[in-house]
């Protein structure tokens, strides 16, 4: 029999769309906060929200009367009529989110006007209760306690603490970027992870992600019609090896676009296509009326009218912000790899040979020159010979082809390698090693590095530490989300320390699943970056001594990620080719 719902069983559907996890509540309250005009949002959490979440800021308050209202379903203070969710400029408008939350956990709310007193109401069930007077707190704080005890099934789908004290971190850094002029703060167990202050949007993103993140950005700023766009762009030093650091606003709101992703994306053209992202910041002022945001409860998907004519208005903007940079990239529809191709041999003045390789005396020369300095520092790194490993190539005769792959006769034809496949392969097999017995050999740095972490990058960090340590890495904290690295693997380039531990970070953190194990996951990350590249020029003395390691391995065709190492053909086929009969 069709029956009607009762209204507990309906708030709890409801909450099912609203809030799926502590970083949902806070996402909400936060968005309350921006709403009620507050300039400071602490927010506290114990046990990453499974057992208290709580958002207290410095906002215009509530009267007793909107208290009392504030947890009844589809009641809000921001629209009134149809015609205003055509013109939504509030985060909020839905009037169900405080109401969604108190069905699924115990909420406690304290608000106060200027001048007007302070009250303060528990809500059981979904329910509010008697008012009481409270001190005057110059602003609202909302207390959640044991969300989801009264749905079980909800709760067992929590993750751990940690994992979702990440995804608040997550939350609360997009509105620090969308709001740089509101002071933010996150204490976690009682200890403060994030505290930042009012500042501009390039100091915010310093703030927020790395100190040297601010001298590799590029501003966004340009009018198109009734469209402004404003952000920044980040450089070829900030891109990244997983999505995550690409941030969309929408007249300050946070939203989800692939069309509009891809607009940035292709700007870069090349770069992306090889699985790395770039950072982005940018905020989408357009007219209310062109946009509909009542499209979900989560409010991060959005309808634009035109949506075409903002993606390519974005391109171009991105574009434009991004030309002095392509202009100085010699081949930028190529892979980044493909800029050694042609590069003149090592000399004693290499300086020159990097300003000629560059094409030029813009800024990118230092890139260039770093980039080939530190191929030449790859390649030197290579551990001594073993005399105990056979090789199963003879490696008299052997040669480089396009510093890229190495060529060997057999007594069957040829057989060609390819450099950085193959010391992959075998980073990869000795990190995996290092992981369950001995840690591989270090190399001391003579300046030790500071490496500075955002909160839920350091969160990472401290878990994966005990494995940097077993592939060499010599690492000491310093400070609340910052280490020092003191040492790095001996197999490894200078230059390349933070490189490769934001890379394992990066796996850490996308949970990939294209490895049998964790370890391994982090093995392979570490061995793609540290591996020689296409583009270093060996010695015959290092090239053999890389097929000597490589035929030691267990797998020595194949690398980490599945790609052949070694190509033969034989004296049949070469015969064929040159139509020997």
């Known amino acids: 029999m069709i029956q009607a719902l009762s209204e507990d069983l309906r708030n709890k559907i409801s909450a099912g769309e609203v809030v799926e996890r502590p970083a949902s509540v806070v996402k909400e309250l936060v968005e309350n906060a921006l709403d009620a005009k507050a300039t400071e949002i602490s927010v506290i959490i114990e046990k990453g929200g499974h057992h208290l979440v709580q958002v207290r800021d410095n906002g215009v308050g509530m009267s007793s009367k909107d208290l009392s209202s504030s947890v009844l379903r589809y009641h809000t203070s921001k629209i009134a009529s149809l015609d205003d969710l055509f013109s939504i400029g509030t985060l909020g408008f839905r009037g169900e989110a405080l109401a969604s939350i108190a069905s699924v956990s115990e909420m406690n709310i304290i608000s106060s006007q200027s001048g007007k007193g302070g009250f303060e109401m528990r809500v059981e069930e979904g329910r509010g209760g008697k008012l009481i007077p409270a001190p005057e707190i110059a602003g609202t704080e909302i207390t959640i306690r044991n969300l989801f005890f009264n749905t079980p099934a909800r709760k ?46 390039e100091e915010r993103i310093d703030s927020l992600f790395d100190p040297t993140y601010g001298k590799n950005l590029r501003p966004l700023a340009f009018t198109k019609g009734d469209f402004a766009f404003t952000g920044f762009v980040g450089n070829l030093n900030v891109i990244r090896s997983r999505p995550g650091e690409q941030f969309l606003f929408l007249n300050n709101r946070f939203i989800k676009d692939r069309l509009l992703n891809s607009a940035v994306y292709s700007a870069y053209e090349a770069l992306v296509k090889r699985g790395e992202y770039p950072f982005f910041v940018i905020n989408l002022a357009i007219p209310t009326d062109q946009v509909d945001v009542n499209v979900h409860p989560m409010k991060t998907e959005v309808r634009f009218q035109d949506e075409w004519r903002v993606y390519h208005v974005l391109k171009s903007g991105v574009k434009e912000a991004l030309q002095d940079l392509l202009d100085t990239l010699p081949s930028f529809d190529k892979p980044f790899d493909s800029f050694f191709h042609n590069a003149p041999p090592f000399s004693e003045n290499q300086e020159q040979s990097a300003i000629r390789f560059s094409g030029g005396t813009s800024s990118m020369n230092e890139i260039e020159y770093q980039t080939l300095q530190r191929a030449k520092s790859y390649a030197s790194q290579l551990a001594e010979p073993r005399n105990d490993q056979n090789s199963e190539i003879p490696t008299e005769n052997i040669w480089q082809i396009h510093n ?134 060996l010695s015959k003395e290092e090239m053999q001594e890389l097929v000597n390691r490589l035929f030691a391995t267990k797998h020595p065709y194949y690398c980490p990620h599945g790609r052949p190492i070694i190509v033969q053909m034989s004296l049949e086929e070469l015969d064929k080719r040159f139509e020997r009969h």
């Open 156 to 201: 067992k789908f929590l993750k751990t603490p940690r994992t979702e004290m990440r995804k608040v971190v997550e939350v609360v850094r997009r509105f620090g970027l969308a709001y740089p002029h509101v002071a933010f703060k996150i204490i976690s167990d009682e200890r403060e992870i994030l505290s930042i202050f009012p500042e501009l949007l």
């Open 404 to 537: 890229k792959f190495i060529l060997s006769e057999i007594s069957s034809g040829l057989v060609m390698i390819d450099q950085h496949v193959a010391h992959e392969r075998v980073l990869f097999e000795e990190a995996l090693i290092a992981f369950e017995s001995t840690a591989m050999a270090s190399q001391t740095l003579l300046f030790p590095e500071r490496l500075d972490f955002s909160p839920d990058e350091f969160d990472a960090m401290l878990d994966v530490l005990p494995y940097l340590e077993k592939i060499g890495f010599k690492v000491k904290k310093e400070g609340e989300s910052s280490i020092r690295v003191e040492a790095i693997p001996s197999e490894m380039g200078w230059g390349m320390e933070k490189s490769v531990i934001r890379d394992i970070i990066d796996h850490f953190l996308n949970h990939q699943k294209e490895y049998s194990s964790f370890q391994e996951g982090l093995a392979a990350s570490f061995a793609c970056k540290a591996a020689i590249k296409a583009g270093n020029p």
